[in-house]
């Protein structure tokens, strides 16, 4: 019989009364916290021009109304002639293209049997059945409220309000040295440009390209970024991280046990406060800016630092991605929780849109096993920085010691398997991974390979025109983690005019197969045999000349001087 424990029901009411005290602590310990400062800001300037798009019944009335303080254009997508006199622009639309933002937004339109118009606008009101921009998260200055009136009537007067300069911060930091996303045009790691809401990221050749501007700070490209290339800025992991060990080392301080970190926006926030003394003792309630900014590093760090629990409380108001990308985290942090041995579960993704369904699911939090001393490290600004440090502590206590633990696909650890028969050890794979897993041999036939920095990006296997690697999500808890190990090796081809070794005997005879049949190696297969330097010596001599080996490298660079 599979029985759970509900939240509150048969609960001592002296650990529960402590549990709220402890909770009272922790919450004025965070308050105690300075409040993080923008290291950099993105600022916008709107001077009121207002594009207002609708029928003629939903978008006049309104447009009426922003006139009072705006520059206001009228676009209507129900008139096939003569539009409404205004004292306004009106123009009859068809076709309308929108992109931008606050204070830079353009417009295409075209009315009927007439050339395309074009309008340049720092505001849009758009009324019509279905938004001109249909990104989930939509840019700052772009209002479309649906058929709400009230909804309606509360854009129009923020739209009054918005002349003027503005700014806000630069929510991300991104190192291009660390970007998995591609290599020689072929696609690696997608996941920042697939999970933004706002359609801010795209890729822009090898790497990727993030419009500020657009960028809405939800943090989920940073929470998939397998190698912390993109981070979230503002506010930083370690700020965030500060906090949540601020919480549990007050809660434990004063009594408290077991704590969950109740991680929340300000939809979560407002469901809470209508929750009030229902909420369990032993949730300590974070907000964030938002819910998908934390993911499997913060979240192991928590851990670490003897919560109970992670529970991330989610609306209607997230991207739907944003669900998914949190639920896959989720599954990688507690399938290494459960390999190392901690009874769990540990974590909870919520999804609540009133405070009946925030009660019941709050009855469910996790009650995890925890490691038996609090860990003292504080999350580093490097992703992959903070997992060690979270998973070396994890490891030391573990209640179960193991090699390794399997885990699901996309986790961001993990080894590669290498066909050695198909291997031909050209190295396009070193070439393309970005994290220094993989590397050659230097001056030997191999492909060495460091696990612990491995992202399972996939770049490797996606280069190899030979098919010959496949990804192995696991988590390695043995020393070799840390060691360069051999994935493949073979005996050095040597050049057959002087002897110089140039290449692999399989990466020879694989050249050989293919090109055999190539104009340029017809009757002279030989040089492929051959070193680059002795391949320009036989082009360049005569054909009765028989030397072998006999030519100098001077010799060579005369020969290719131009």
Same mark, same amino acid.
């Given at each position: 019989m599979n029985i759970r424990f509900i939240e509150g029901q048969g609960a001592d009411p002296e650990i529960e009364a402590r549990n709220r005290l402890a909770r009272t602590a922790a919450i004025a310990a965070l308050g105690n916290i300075e409040p993080p400062e923008a290291l950099d800001t993105v600022g916008y300037r709107s001077a009121g021009h207002t594009l207002v798009i609708g029928s003629s019944a939903q978008a006049l009335p309104w447009a009426d109304r922003l006139a009072a303080g705006l520059n206001v254009t009228?676009?209507?997508?129900?008139?096939?002639? $003569?539009?409404? /006199?205004?004292?306004?622009?009106v123009f009859p639309a068809r076709a309308i293209v929108l992109s931008g933002w606050l204070g830079a937004f353009q417009a295409t339109w075209q009315a009927p049997g007439r050339a395309p118009e074009h309008g340049k606008f720092d505001l849009?009101?758009?009324?019509?059945?279905s938004p001109q921009i249909a990104t989930h998260q939509h840019p700052h200055g772009y209002y479309a409220p649906g058929l709400d009136e009230a909804a309606r009537a509360a854009a129009v007067e923020e739209l009054l309000d918005m002349v003027g300069e503005f700014e806000k911060p630069t929510y991300f930091s991104y190192k291009e040295r660390l970007c998995a996303h591609s290599r020689n045009q072929l696609v690696g790691c997608n996941a920042c440009v697939e999970i933004c809401s706002?359609?801010?990221?795209?890729?822009?050749?090898?790497?990727?390209?993030?419009?500020?501007y657009l960028c809405a700070g939800c943090g989920a490209c940073t929470t998939v970024c397998p190698t912390g290339a993109i981070s979230y800025a503002y506010p930083s992991a370690g700020h965030t991280g500060g906090r949540i060990k601020t919480a549990l080392q007050a809660y434990a301080e004063a009594g408290g046990v077991e704590p969950v970190v109740l991680l929340h926006g300000a939809e979560g926030a407002a469901l809470l406060?209508?929750?009030?003394?229902?909420?369990?003792?032993?949730?300590?309630?974070?907000?964030?800016?938002?819910?998908?900014?934390t993911g499997i590093d913060v979240w192991l760090s928590a851990l670490a630092y003897g919560a109970a629990g992670i529970t991330v409380l989610t609306t209607a108001a997230e991207a739907p991605q944003y669900a998914a990308a949190l639920a896959q985290q989720m599954e990688i942090a507690q399938a290494i929780l459960d390999g190392l041995g901690y009874a769990g579960p540990h974590l909870q993704l919520l999804r609540a849109g009133s405070v009946d369904e925030l009660a019941v699911g709050l009855q469910h939090v996790p009650r995890g096993h925890t490691p038996s001393q609090r860990?003292?490290?504080?999350?580093?600004?490097?992703?992959?920085?903070?997992?060690?440090?979270? /998973?070396?502590?994890?490891?030391?206590?573990?209640p179960v010691k193991v090699d390794q633990i399997p885990l699901p696909a996309g986790a961001p650890f993990g080894t590669l398997a290498v066909d050695a028969s198909a291997c031909s050890l050209c190295m396009s794979c070193v070439g393309a991974c970005p994290s220094s897993a993989l590397m050659d041999g230097q001056n030997?036939?191999?492909?060495?390979?460091?696990? $612990?920095?491995?992202?399972?990006?996939?770049?490797?296997?996606?280069?190899?025109?030979?098919?010959?690697?496949r990804l192995v999500p696991r988590m390695n808890l043995m020393e070799s983690r840390k060691q360069t190990v051999v994935l493949n090796e073979t005996q050095p081809f040597h050049c057959i005019r002087c002897s110089k070794p140039f290449g692999t /005997?399989?990466?020879?005879?694989?050249?050989?197969?293919? /090109?055999?049949?190539?104009?340029?190696?017809a009757g002279n297969l030989d040089r492929m045999r051959m070193c680059g330097d002795c391949r320009v010596i036989d082009m360049m001599m005569p054909k009765d000349d028989v030397r072998v080996g006999e030519v100098d490298i001077r010799e060579v660079k005369e020969l290719r001087r131009p």
């Open positions: 009228v676009l209507l997508l129900d008139v096939e002639g $003569k539009p409404p /006199l205004r004292i306004y622009p849009v009101l758009d009324l019509g059945a706002a359609g801010a990221i795209e890729g822009a050749g090898d790497l990727i390209k993030v419009n500020p406060a209508q929750l009030g003394d229902a909420v369990p003792g032993r949730l300590l309630p974070l907000g964030l800016h938002h819910t998908a900014s860990a003292g490290f504080n999350i580093a600004a490097d992703k992959r920085n903070t997992l060690d440090y979270a /998973l070396d502590h994890l490891v030391r206590h573990a030997a036939p191999q492909l060495r390979f460091v696990e $612990k920095n491995c992202v399972q990006c996939g770049l490797c296997a996606t280069t190899c025109p030979e098919d010959a690697i /005997l399989r990466m020879v005879e694989t050249m050989l197969a293919r /090109l055999a049949s190539h104009p340029a190696f």
